[in-house]
T-cell receptor, first 114, second 116 residues
Framework: QKEVEQNSGPLSVPEGAIASLNCTYS??????FFWYRQYSGKSPELIMF????GDKEDGRFTAQLNKASQYVSLLIRDSQPSDSATYLC??????????????FGTGTQLKVEL | GAGVSQTPSNKVTEKGKYVELRCDPI?????LYWYRQSLGQGPEFLIY????????DSGLPNDRFFAVRPEGSVSTLKIQRTERGDSAVYLC??????????????FGPGTRLTVL
């Protein structure tokens, strides 16, 4: 069974701090990794994706991937109260039939406190 | 442009009834996915369409679940003889990438199904 593990939290950080969200996965064959943000009662919203080892930056967000250790992380710099949400890590299971079947973690709840 | 739309936003039904959930993907997106999300869990893959055909239906929990996409755009997820355990948010996502593991998926607002 392919698994994606996340700490459920809540992770509390003060406003302006760096939030670090982590995710580990079991399938060494996974090739693509996605971070989604989900506000309560809303659907997941794509934040970032990463395919290659190393860091990828987009504004206040940095995704980090280490395939050898099978972990992917998301850093949020200058955290704002509006960043308070659940962050879902998603990992592709390999492309069956040409698609991109994703396995999601249970999500980490982030709370940014004033 | 318009995102993925899903109707209805909420559906309440009685145990044993039949329901249909509709998804209208982003225009031009050839790949369409259905997921199901239970409270406190991440979305769980159900089925994937590439064009009109179901390329991967390995996530459908049993034969009460069926989905179609007859013209390669709108998709309908059909659930027969609903059970209380089917209660969840059903999410649809679409992707412009027609192949490989790199397609970014964009989700619709979901349909919250409640089976009484």
């Amino acid at each position: 069974q392919k698994e994606v593990e996340q700490n459920s939290g809540p992770l509390s950080v003060p406003e302006g701090a760096i939030a670090s969200l982590n995710c580990t996965y079991s399938d060494r064959g996974s090739q693509s990794f996605f971070w989604y943000r989900q506000y309560s009662g809303k659907s997941p919203e794509l934040i970032m994706f990463i395919y290659s080892n190393g860091d990828k930056e987009d504004g206040r967000f940095t995704a980090q991937l280490n395939k050898a250790s099978q972990y992917v992380s998301l850093l949020i710099r200058d955290s704002q109260p509006s960043d308070s949400a659940t962050y879902l890590c998603a990992v592709n299971e390999g492309f069956t039939g040409g698609g991109n079947k994703l396995t999601f973690g249970t999500g980490t709840q982030l709370k940014v406190e004033l | 442009g318009a995102g993925v739309s899903q109707t209805p936003s909420n559906k309440v039904t009685e145990k044993g009834k039949y329901v249909e959930l509709r998804c209208d993907p982003i225009s031009g997106h050839t790949a369409l996915y259905w997921y199901r999300q239970s409270l406190g869990q991440g979305p769980e893959f159900l089925i994937y369409f590439q064009g009109t055909g179901a390329a991967d239906d390995s996530g459908l929990p049993n034969d009460r679940f069926f989905a179609v996409r007859p013209e390669g755009s709108v998709s309908t997820l059909k659930i027969q003889r609903t059970e209380r355990g089917d209660s969840a948010v059903y999410l649809c996502a679409s992707s412009a990438n027609s192949g490989g593991p790199y397609g970014e998926q964009f989700f619709g607002p979901g349909t919250r199904l409640t089976v009484l």
